[in-house]
Protein backbone atom coordinates (compact mmCIF):
# COMPACT_ATOMS: atom_id res chain seq x y z
CA UNK A 1 0.00 0.00 0.00
CA UNK A 2 2.45 2.46 0.91
CA UNK A 3 4.26 1.61 -2.58
CA UNK A 4 1.32 2.34 -4.28
CA UNK A 5 1.14 5.53 -2.50
CA UNK A 6 4.94 6.63 -2.80
CA UNK A 7 4.06 6.16 -6.84
CA UNK A 8 1.25 8.12 -7.06
CA UNK A 9 2.93 11.05 -5.08
CA UNK A 10 6.31 10.71 -7.73
CA UNK A 11 3.53 10.55 -10.67
CA UNK A 12 2.28 13.62 -9.27
CA UNK A 13 5.61 15.45 -8.48
CA UNK A 14 6.51 14.37 -12.31
CA UNK A 15 3.39 16.35 -13.64
CA UNK A 16 3.93 19.25 -11.70
CA UNK A 17 7.33 19.77 -12.73
CA UNK A 18 6.98 18.06 -16.29
CA UNK A 19 9.70 16.35 -16.30
CA UNK A 20 10.10 13.09 -15.44
CA UNK A 21 10.36 10.11 -17.70
CA UNK A 22 8.77 10.22 -21.00
CA UNK A 23 5.74 12.41 -20.51
CA UNK A 24 7.13 15.66 -21.61
CA UNK A 25 9.15 13.86 -24.32
CA UNK A 26 7.99 15.20 -28.04
CA UNK A 27 5.29 12.70 -29.26
CA UNK A 28 6.69 9.72 -31.30
CA UNK A 29 6.19 10.49 -35.13
CA UNK A 30 3.68 8.32 -36.79
CA UNK A 31 6.00 6.41 -38.69
CA UNK A 32 8.38 5.45 -35.44
CA UNK A 33 7.83 1.91 -35.22
CA UNK A 34 10.23 -0.20 -36.71
CA UNK A 35 10.24 -0.30 -40.10
CA UNK A 36 10.14 -3.76 -42.16
CA UNK A 37 13.36 -4.34 -43.18
CA UNK A 38 13.48 -4.79 -46.69
CA UNK A 39 17.18 -3.90 -47.18
CA UNK A 40 20.05 -6.49 -48.91
CA UNK A 41 20.06 -8.16 -52.15
CA UNK A 42 17.51 -10.07 -53.74
CA UNK A 43 16.72 -12.61 -56.42
CA UNK A 44 15.17 -15.11 -58.44
CA UNK A 45 13.30 -17.81 -55.80
CA UNK A 46 14.03 -21.54 -55.46
CA UNK A 47 12.79 -23.18 -58.35
CA UNK A 48 8.82 -24.28 -58.15
CA UNK A 49 6.30 -24.47 -60.65
CA UNK A 50 4.77 -20.98 -59.55
CA UNK A 51 7.64 -19.46 -58.63
CA UNK A 52 8.34 -20.61 -62.17
CA UNK A 53 5.51 -19.55 -63.81
CA UNK A 54 5.87 -15.93 -62.32
CA UNK A 55 9.45 -15.67 -63.39
CA UNK A 56 8.03 -12.59 -65.89
CA UNK A 57 4.86 -11.50 -63.69
CA UNK A 58 1.66 -12.93 -63.36
CA UNK A 59 -2.11 -12.81 -62.42
CA UNK A 60 -4.03 -14.31 -59.31
CA UNK A 61 -6.30 -15.98 -61.85
CA UNK A 62 -3.02 -17.35 -63.81
CA UNK A 63 -1.62 -18.65 -60.61
CA UNK A 64 -4.92 -20.62 -59.82
CA UNK A 65 -5.52 -21.81 -62.87
CA UNK A 66 -1.43 -23.47 -63.42
CA UNK A 67 -2.58 -25.11 -59.43
CA UNK A 68 -5.94 -26.15 -61.02
CA UNK A 69 -4.12 -27.92 -63.88
CA UNK A 70 -1.62 -29.51 -61.34
CA UNK A 71 -4.20 -30.59 -59.24
CA UNK A 72 -6.30 -31.89 -61.60
CA UNK A 73 -6.11 -35.87 -62.50
CA UNK A 74 -6.42 -35.64 -65.76
CA UNK A 75 -3.28 -33.81 -66.16
CA UNK A 76 -1.73 -36.28 -64.48
CA UNK A 77 0.41 -37.25 -67.45
CA UNK A 78 0.96 -33.97 -69.03
CA UNK A 79 4.45 -32.72 -68.50
CA UNK A 80 4.59 -29.14 -66.68
CA UNK A 81 6.10 -27.31 -69.86
CA UNK A 82 2.48 -28.40 -71.71
CA UNK A 83 0.52 -27.77 -68.04
CA UNK A 84 2.51 -24.28 -67.89
CA UNK A 85 1.78 -23.10 -71.22
CA UNK A 86 -2.38 -23.44 -71.06
CA UNK A 87 -1.81 -21.29 -67.56
CA UNK A 88 -0.32 -18.94 -69.31
CA UNK A 89 -2.53 -18.62 -72.35
CA UNK A 90 -5.63 -18.68 -70.11
CA UNK A 91 -3.88 -15.70 -68.08
CA UNK A 92 -3.15 -13.57 -71.16
CA UNK A 93 -6.72 -14.39 -72.35
CA UNK A 94 -8.70 -14.55 -69.49
CA UNK A 95 -7.05 -12.41 -66.86
CA UNK A 96 -5.14 -9.70 -68.96
CA UNK A 97 -7.14 -9.34 -72.27
CA UNK A 98 -10.19 -8.57 -70.83
CA UNK A 99 -9.06 -5.32 -68.77
CA UNK A 100 -7.25 -3.91 -72.21
CA UNK A 101 -8.72 -0.85 -73.41
CA UNK A 102 -10.11 -2.13 -77.02
CA UNK A 103 -7.76 -0.86 -78.52
CA UNK A 104 -4.56 -1.51 -76.30
CA UNK A 105 -6.50 -5.26 -76.87
CA UNK A 106 -6.24 -5.39 -80.85
CA UNK A 107 -2.06 -5.07 -80.88
CA UNK A 108 -2.07 -7.70 -77.65
CA UNK A 109 0.35 -9.36 -77.14
CA UNK A 110 3.00 -7.28 -78.52
CA UNK A 111 4.95 -9.05 -80.81
CA UNK A 112 8.32 -9.89 -79.19
CA UNK A 113 9.57 -8.71 -82.55
CA UNK A 114 9.15 -5.18 -82.12
CA UNK A 115 10.65 -5.05 -77.96
CA UNK A 116 12.99 -1.97 -78.34
CA UNK A 117 15.25 -3.75 -75.34
CA UNK A 118 16.07 -6.11 -78.27
CA UNK A 119 15.63 -4.02 -81.23
CA UNK A 120 17.91 -0.88 -80.18
CA UNK A 121 19.52 -1.72 -76.49
CA UNK A 122 16.85 0.48 -75.21
CA UNK A 123 16.49 -0.13 -71.10
CA UNK A 124 12.93 -1.12 -69.70
CA UNK A 125 10.43 1.62 -68.75
CA UNK A 126 9.17 1.35 -65.10
CA UNK A 127 6.29 -0.90 -65.71
CA UNK A 128 8.45 -3.48 -67.14
CA UNK A 129 11.25 -2.91 -65.20
CA UNK A 130 9.95 -3.11 -61.47
CA UNK A 131 9.17 -7.40 -62.74
CA UNK A 132 12.20 -7.63 -63.85
CA UNK A 133 13.84 -10.77 -63.00
CA UNK A 134 16.95 -11.40 -61.24
CA UNK A 135 18.53 -9.67 -59.04
CA UNK A 136 17.09 -6.66 -56.59
CA UNK A 137 19.52 -4.92 -54.67
CA UNK A 138 17.27 -2.79 -52.04
CA UNK A 139 18.73 -0.07 -49.59
CA UNK A 140 16.68 1.61 -47.51
CA UNK A 141 17.49 4.94 -45.74
CA UNK A 142 15.22 7.41 -43.44
CA UNK A 143 14.22 9.93 -46.21
CA UNK A 144 14.45 7.45 -49.53
CA UNK A 145 14.74 3.85 -50.78
CA UNK A 146 17.22 2.74 -53.72
CA UNK A 147 16.31 -0.21 -55.65
CA UNK A 148 19.12 -2.01 -58.14
CA UNK A 149 17.64 -4.52 -60.71
CA UNK A 150 20.12 -6.72 -62.56
CA UNK A 151 18.15 -6.49 -65.88
CA UNK A 152 19.47 -3.26 -67.78
CA UNK A 153 21.48 -1.87 -64.46
CA UNK A 154 17.89 -0.67 -64.30
CA UNK A 155 17.62 1.98 -60.70
CA UNK A 156 15.09 4.13 -59.35
CA UNK A 157 14.68 5.93 -56.17
CA UNK A 158 11.51 6.18 -54.15
CA UNK A 159 11.30 9.32 -51.55
CA UNK A 160 9.69 8.85 -48.06
CA UNK A 161 8.11 10.74 -46.05
CA UNK A 162 6.97 13.75 -48.47
CA UNK A 163 10.72 14.01 -49.46
CA UNK A 164 12.00 14.61 -52.73
CA UNK A 165 11.11 16.91 -55.66
CA UNK A 166 7.58 19.10 -55.32
CA UNK A 167 7.16 17.14 -58.59
CA UNK A 168 9.27 15.62 -61.46
CA UNK A 169 9.07 15.94 -65.11
CA UNK A 170 8.11 12.32 -66.48
CA UNK A 171 10.60 9.91 -67.27
CA UNK A 172 10.68 6.22 -68.23
CA UNK A 173 11.39 5.19 -64.49
CA UNK A 174 8.82 7.53 -63.19
CA UNK A 175 8.09 9.49 -59.99
CA UNK A 176 7.91 6.79 -56.64
CA UNK A 177 6.64 8.23 -53.10
CA UNK A 178 6.65 5.62 -50.98
CA UNK A 179 5.10 4.83 -47.39
CA UNK A 180 5.08 1.83 -44.61
CA UNK A 181 2.60 0.43 -43.58
CA UNK A 182 2.87 -2.19 -40.93
CA UNK A 183 5.18 -4.90 -42.63
CA UNK A 184 4.55 -3.53 -45.41
CA UNK A 185 5.99 -0.86 -48.04
CA UNK A 186 3.91 0.49 -50.54
CA UNK A 187 5.24 2.56 -53.29
CA UNK A 188 2.80 5.04 -55.91
CA UNK A 189 4.00 5.59 -58.66
CA UNK A 190 3.10 8.60 -61.78
CA UNK A 191 4.98 10.61 -64.11
CA UNK A 192 5.95 7.53 -66.14
CA UNK A 193 6.26 8.30 -70.29
CA UNK A 194 4.48 6.09 -71.99
CA UNK A 195 6.19 2.82 -72.67
CA UNK A 196 5.45 -1.04 -72.56
CA UNK A 197 3.60 -2.90 -69.59
CA UNK A 198 4.54 -6.35 -68.33
CA UNK A 199 7.22 -8.61 -69.69
CA UNK A 200 6.72 -10.92 -72.87
CA UNK A 201 4.63 -12.79 -73.27
CA UNK A 202 2.15 -10.82 -71.92
CA UNK A 203 2.89 -7.37 -72.57
CA UNK A 204 0.68 -3.95 -74.05
CA UNK A 205 1.38 -0.35 -74.59
CA UNK A 206 0.53 1.68 -71.81
CA UNK A 207 0.23 5.69 -71.92
CA UNK A 208 1.90 8.77 -70.14
CA UNK A 209 -1.05 8.62 -67.14
CA UNK A 210 -0.11 5.25 -66.12
CA UNK A 211 0.01 5.49 -61.94
CA UNK A 212 0.91 2.27 -60.08
CA UNK A 213 0.55 0.90 -56.48
CA UNK A 214 3.43 -1.25 -55.14
CA UNK A 215 3.29 -3.64 -52.10
CA UNK A 216 6.36 -5.48 -51.18
CA UNK A 217 5.91 -7.38 -47.84
CA UNK A 218 8.75 -10.31 -46.60
CA UNK A 219 7.48 -13.52 -45.63
CA UNK A 220 7.76 -14.47 -42.34
CA UNK A 221 10.79 -16.49 -42.43
CA UNK A 222 12.48 -13.76 -44.40
CA UNK A 223 13.24 -15.90 -47.37
CA UNK A 224 10.89 -14.08 -49.65
CA UNK A 225 9.88 -10.48 -51.37
CA UNK A 226 6.59 -10.69 -52.37
CA UNK A 227 5.32 -7.65 -54.69
CA UNK A 228 1.81 -6.94 -55.92
CA UNK A 229 1.67 -4.11 -58.31
CA UNK A 230 -1.23 -2.10 -59.29
CA UNK A 231 -1.55 -0.50 -62.44
CA UNK A 232 -4.42 1.93 -64.09
CA UNK A 233 -3.74 3.23 -66.80
CA UNK A 234 -7.34 5.43 -68.69
CA UNK A 235 -4.97 4.57 -71.97
CA UNK A 236 -4.66 1.22 -71.88
CA UNK A 237 -6.74 -0.51 -69.14
CA UNK A 238 -10.84 -0.55 -68.75
CA UNK A 239 -9.96 -1.60 -64.93
CA UNK A 240 -7.07 -2.09 -62.90
CA UNK A 241 -4.48 -4.95 -63.65
CA UNK A 242 -2.97 -6.13 -60.64
CA UNK A 243 0.34 -8.92 -60.83
CA UNK A 244 2.48 -10.71 -58.64
CA UNK A 245 6.01 -11.43 -58.16
CA UNK A 246 8.51 -12.60 -55.90
CA UNK A 247 12.14 -12.68 -54.81
CA UNK A 248 14.55 -14.99 -52.90
CA UNK A 249 16.42 -13.75 -50.37
CA UNK A 250 20.20 -14.25 -51.79
CA UNK A 251 22.59 -12.30 -49.85
CA UNK A 252 25.33 -14.05 -51.46
CA UNK A 253 25.03 -12.79 -54.96
CA UNK A 254 26.01 -9.91 -56.69
CA UNK A 255 24.80 -7.60 -59.49
CA UNK A 256 27.37 -7.55 -62.36
CA UNK A 257 28.25 -5.43 -65.14
CA UNK A 258 25.26 -5.51 -68.17
CA UNK A 259 26.91 -3.83 -71.01
CA UNK A 260 27.23 -5.84 -73.40
CA UNK A 261 23.53 -5.57 -75.35
CA UNK A 262 23.90 -6.65 -78.69
CA UNK A 263 21.35 -5.38 -81.71
CA UNK A 264 20.03 -8.58 -83.33
CA UNK A 265 21.47 -8.84 -86.95
CA UNK A 266 18.18 -10.69 -88.15
CA UNK A 267 15.01 -10.80 -87.20
CA UNK A 268 11.98 -12.70 -87.74
CA UNK A 269 8.44 -10.25 -87.27
CA UNK A 270 4.81 -11.40 -87.10
CA UNK A 271 4.10 -15.26 -87.04
CA UNK A 272 6.44 -14.91 -83.38
CA UNK A 273 3.57 -13.83 -81.00
CA UNK A 274 3.23 -16.29 -78.66
CA UNK B 1 15.02 -42.07 -83.22
CA UNK B 2 15.45 -43.16 -79.87
CA UNK B 3 13.27 -42.50 -76.43
CA UNK B 4 15.87 -40.14 -75.58
CA UNK B 5 15.85 -38.23 -78.82
CA UNK B 6 11.80 -38.47 -78.64
CA UNK B 7 12.10 -36.47 -75.25
CA UNK B 8 14.33 -34.27 -76.00
CA UNK B 9 11.94 -33.03 -78.82
CA UNK B 10 8.83 -32.97 -76.83
CA UNK B 11 10.92 -31.22 -73.97
CA UNK B 12 12.08 -28.72 -76.49
CA UNK B 13 8.91 -28.13 -78.57
CA UNK B 14 6.68 -27.42 -75.28
CA UNK B 15 9.25 -25.51 -72.90
CA UNK B 16 7.40 -22.48 -71.67
CA UNK B 17 9.27 -19.29 -72.68
CA UNK B 18 11.99 -19.52 -70.71
CA UNK B 19 13.21 -17.64 -67.64
CA UNK B 20 17.08 -17.70 -69.12
CA UNK B 21 15.85 -15.46 -71.89
CA UNK B 22 14.98 -12.98 -69.53
CA UNK B 23 16.39 -9.56 -71.47
CA UNK B 24 13.93 -10.52 -74.70
CA UNK B 25 12.34 -12.90 -76.50
CA UNK B 26 14.27 -15.73 -78.62
CA UNK B 27 11.34 -16.30 -81.17
CA UNK B 28 12.12 -13.40 -83.48
CA UNK B 29 15.70 -14.76 -84.19
CA UNK B 30 15.46 -18.36 -83.03
CA UNK B 31 13.48 -21.39 -84.52
CA UNK B 32 12.13 -23.12 -81.09
CA UNK B 33 10.90 -26.14 -82.66
CA UNK B 34 14.05 -27.63 -84.33
CA UNK B 35 17.58 -28.41 -83.25
CA UNK B 36 20.74 -28.25 -84.87
CA UNK B 37 24.27 -29.69 -83.43
CA UNK B 38 27.23 -28.94 -84.51
CA UNK B 39 30.69 -29.54 -83.65
CA UNK B 40 33.72 -27.23 -83.48
CA UNK B 41 36.71 -25.80 -82.22
CA UNK B 42 36.04 -22.74 -79.67
CA UNK B 43 37.51 -19.77 -80.86
CA UNK B 44 36.11 -17.01 -78.36
CA UNK B 45 33.70 -17.30 -75.23
CA UNK B 46 32.52 -14.13 -73.74
CA UNK B 47 30.76 -14.71 -70.42
CA UNK B 48 28.98 -11.09 -70.13
CA UNK B 49 25.11 -9.95 -69.61
CA UNK B 50 22.53 -10.07 -70.66
CA UNK B 51 23.97 -12.97 -72.96
CA UNK B 52 27.35 -15.03 -72.86
CA UNK B 53 28.36 -15.86 -76.31
CA UNK B 54 31.09 -17.96 -77.71
CA UNK B 55 32.43 -18.13 -81.43
CA UNK B 56 32.81 -21.60 -82.71
CA UNK B 57 35.03 -22.68 -85.46
CA UNK B 58 32.93 -25.49 -87.33
CA UNK B 59 34.11 -27.34 -90.88
CA UNK B 60 31.02 -28.05 -92.90
CA UNK B 61 30.83 -31.01 -95.26
CA UNK B 62 32.46 -29.10 -97.97
CA UNK B 63 35.32 -28.32 -95.70
CA UNK B 64 35.06 -24.82 -95.47
CA UNK B 65 35.69 -23.03 -91.80
CA UNK B 66 32.60 -21.28 -90.63
CA UNK B 67 32.28 -19.69 -87.79
CA UNK B 68 29.63 -20.11 -85.87
CA UNK B 69 27.78 -17.91 -83.05
CA UNK B 70 26.40 -19.33 -79.65
CA UNK B 71 23.81 -17.58 -77.61
CA UNK B 72 23.79 -18.21 -73.96
CA UNK B 73 21.79 -16.90 -71.58
CA UNK B 74 23.40 -14.44 -69.43
CA UNK B 75 26.06 -14.60 -66.74
CA UNK B 76 24.10 -14.88 -63.96
CA UNK B 77 22.16 -17.67 -65.13
CA UNK B 78 25.43 -19.84 -66.29
CA UNK B 79 27.48 -18.94 -62.79
CA UNK B 80 24.65 -20.01 -60.44
CA UNK B 81 24.66 -23.56 -62.74
CA UNK B 82 28.24 -23.87 -62.73
CA UNK B 83 29.68 -21.69 -65.36
CA UNK B 84 32.91 -20.10 -64.52
CA UNK B 85 34.84 -18.22 -67.46
CA UNK B 86 37.33 -21.65 -67.39
CA UNK B 87 34.55 -23.65 -68.00
CA UNK B 88 35.39 -23.84 -71.81
CA UNK B 89 38.94 -22.71 -72.78
CA UNK B 90 39.91 -21.57 -76.71
CA UNK B 91 40.81 -25.04 -78.89
CA UNK B 92 38.28 -26.79 -76.99
CA UNK B 93 36.40 -29.46 -79.07
CA UNK B 94 32.73 -29.22 -78.30
CA UNK B 95 29.53 -30.57 -79.40
CA UNK B 96 26.84 -27.72 -79.32
CA UNK B 97 22.96 -28.30 -79.61
CA UNK B 98 20.51 -25.69 -79.65
CA UNK B 99 18.08 -23.88 -81.79
CA UNK B 100 18.85 -22.62 -84.93
CA UNK B 101 18.22 -18.89 -86.88
CA UNK B 102 15.08 -18.75 -88.48
CA UNK B 103 17.48 -17.94 -91.96
CA UNK B 104 19.67 -20.97 -91.32
CA UNK B 105 22.44 -18.33 -90.28
CA UNK B 106 25.48 -20.02 -88.43
CA UNK B 107 23.65 -19.41 -85.45
CA UNK B 108 22.16 -21.24 -82.65
CA UNK B 109 20.73 -20.43 -79.44
CA UNK B 110 22.58 -22.75 -76.33
CA UNK B 111 20.65 -26.14 -75.48
CA UNK B 112 23.37 -28.09 -74.54
CA UNK B 113 26.58 -28.31 -74.66
CA UNK B 114 29.05 -31.60 -74.39
CA UNK B 115 32.97 -30.28 -72.63
CA UNK B 116 36.38 -32.76 -73.95
CA UNK B 117 35.77 -33.82 -70.79
CA UNK B 118 32.55 -35.79 -71.65
CA UNK B 119 30.41 -33.82 -69.24
CA UNK B 120 27.04 -32.31 -70.58
CA UNK B 121 26.36 -28.79 -69.61
CA UNK B 122 22.10 -28.59 -69.72
CA UNK B 123 20.74 -25.04 -70.71
CA UNK B 124 19.95 -23.75 -66.89
CA UNK B 125 15.78 -23.60 -68.08
CA UNK B 126 16.27 -26.97 -69.42
CA UNK B 127 17.33 -27.60 -66.01
CA UNK B 128 15.06 -25.77 -64.04
CA UNK B 129 12.28 -27.50 -66.22
CA UNK B 130 13.47 -30.99 -65.28
CA UNK B 131 13.12 -30.02 -61.61
CA UNK B 132 9.51 -28.50 -62.00
CA UNK B 133 8.65 -31.70 -64.11
CA UNK B 134 9.95 -33.76 -60.83
CA UNK B 135 7.57 -31.58 -58.41
CA UNK B 136 5.00 -32.26 -60.56
CA UNK B 137 5.39 -35.67 -60.82
CA UNK B 138 5.96 -36.03 -57.10
CA UNK B 139 2.64 -33.75 -56.43
CA UNK B 140 0.64 -36.37 -58.62
CA UNK B 141 1.85 -39.18 -57.01
CA UNK B 142 1.17 -37.67 -53.49
CA UNK B 143 -2.36 -37.11 -54.37
CA UNK B 144 -3.18 -40.35 -55.77
CA UNK B 145 -1.77 -41.74 -52.33
CA UNK B 146 -4.51 -40.00 -50.56
Avoid at chain 1, 183 to 208: C, K, Q, R
Avoid at chain 2, 7 to 34: E, I, M, N, Q
Wanted: aromatic share 8%; with cysteine; net charge neutral.
Amino acid sequence: MCRVKQQIRIAAICVLMTGCGQANEPAAPANSAPRPDFSGMWSDPPTTAVDDFCFMTCTDEGIARLNALLDDPANDSRPYPELSREAVRYQREESIRPRLTPETAKAFPLDPADDPGFLRCEPWGFARQIFAPHQLEVRQNDDRIEMRYAEWDGRRTIYLNGGGPASQPPSPMGYSVGRYEGDALVVETSAVTANLAGIFPAWFHHGNQLRAVERYTRSADGSRLELTATLEDPQSLRQPLQFRKAWGWAPEEQIFPYTNCERPTEIKKAGTRP
Amino acid sequence: MTLRHTLLVAVLLFAPYRAATAHHAFSPVYDGSKTVTIVGTLTNFRLVNPHAMMTVDVVDKAGKHVAWTVEMPGLLSLTRHGWTEKTVSVGDKLTISGNPTHTGSARVAFKRIVLPSGKEMLDPGEESDNTIEQQRRDRARQRQQK
